[in-house]
């Protein structure tokens, strides 16, 4: 009974430890989505290796790391479509999105709806 107690009370330290070193890594993406964030640079603010950070990454969120900080980015450029007149390429760049075929899919996957498609409905 010790045993497993104690095993799973590690399990738990870990798991926090893990968790603080991702909101790290978290707030450091919100706050520097708009420029290109390498996975390199996340790792460093994790203090982990690449390989490692990708693993745990996925494991405590869910989703890679990319997919993450591409999920931030469109979620900024949903609200300036809806805010501003700037144009879509624009609001992409201003956003750190670099290739429009992948935000393009990306978006429509999310809102079911393309950019354009968002701001003709805005409209009426």
Known sequence: MFTNYSYKEMDAGKESRQIARLKDVLRYVA??????????????????????????????MGVTFLEYVNQVRINH???????????????????GFTNYKVFSRMFKAQ??????????????
């Open 31 to 60: 706050e520097n989505y708009q420029e290109p964030i390498a996975l390199k640079e996340a790792a460093d603010i994790a203090s982990l290796n690449q390989d490692y950070f990708c693993r745990m990454f996925k494991k405590c």
């Open 77 to 95: 450029i949903h609200e300036e479509l809806l805010a501003t007149e700037d144009s879509i390429t624009d609001i992409l760049e201003h956003n």
């Open 111 to 124: 809102f079911g709806m393309t950019p354009r498609e968002l701001r003709k409905l805005q409209e009426n």
